[in-house]
């Protein structure tokens, strides 16, 4: 049987159904399961990962139609069964997943949009479910697909390499920082297409944060993200004012992960590195405001959520619309009102 996995929606979500990918692959051992992927950053996670057989990279963002339809045509027919990995929720990826033809076409029945976004090009469908978090619904659609229940739930899978676990203790001990010392791990940024910018909380109070814990702790302050969050670590970085502070420039998402891993304690807004830090089994405070927490908690590691918990949230489900808030009060009063307070209480926790 040969199974392909299109996860083109995002690194987060390429790494959220790792633990599906798990179970297929213990239930068909000889099965060529295949991923294709549009991130880079995805790419290296699948890489990776001993249950693919082959991961395939395509951007069809920066490709353009021509050469997109080009490239399905010469997958077309080639697999016995897909997976639109959960969640996927637009018309795209449901065409694609169609245009490269498998007899089989695993996709979740979205309770926002499904017609529109042509959910009805799949035909293996299991309805979404709001309590249900984004790993067990990926896990649902294996089990839809093959016709077997599973009795585990097993936890996300991002193998780091030794060599690169070698190099990142390497960097901290060039940056004289010893075994002993308290690392906290912050990530300030997320994803910003369809706003979703608005679900960062406030690079100033991540560095109201930094220096509390610089103060009352005697922490490391290590600042991690991705090229286009330069700027942002920059200016975080400028603000804590110290010495104490450390700014990551990794040369690719492994490499930054490896580094993660000497993380005591790991701050972040609901975006990929939150689950990046999940499948390290790093313990984790995850700020989080507009967002569904049941869809993205951070799966089976030590963990806690800094929320208002608002009586309109959460307002963001899976569709394709634009992050909007509706309140007439404070815009995105969610993420706007938790405070650096809040979150210190959540990380001494840990300390």
Known sequence: MKILIIALSGIGDALMFTPALKLLRESLPEAEIDALVMYKGSQEIYS??????????????????????KFLFQLRKKYDASINVYPSNRKEYNIISFLIGASKRAGITYLRKNKSNFGLLNNVRVLENDDVHNVLANIKLCEALIGKKFNEEPPLEYPIPENEIVSGNKFFDESGVSADELIVGFHPGCATLKNHIKRRWEPEKFAELGKKLIKDHSARIVLFGGPEEKELKEKIFSLIGSDKAI?????????????????????TNDSSQMHIAAALGLKVVAIIGPTNQNYIHPWKT???IVSL????????????????CNRTDVKFKCIKELTADMVHGSIVKYL
Request: hydrophobic share 40%; charged share 15%.
């Open 302 to 304: 030590e963990h806690q």
């Open 247 to 267: 700014i990551i420039n990794a040369e690719s998402l492994t490499q930054s992960s490896a580094m993660m891993k000497r993380c005591n304690v790991f701050v």
């Open 309 to 324: 918990n608002l009586d309109c949230s959460p307002c963001f489900f899976y569709s394709p619309r634009p992050l909007i």
């Open 48 to 69: 990776s990962n001993p249950n693919l057989s082959k991961v395939i990279h395509f951007n069809f963002l920066e490709e353009g139609a021509f050469k997109s339809f």
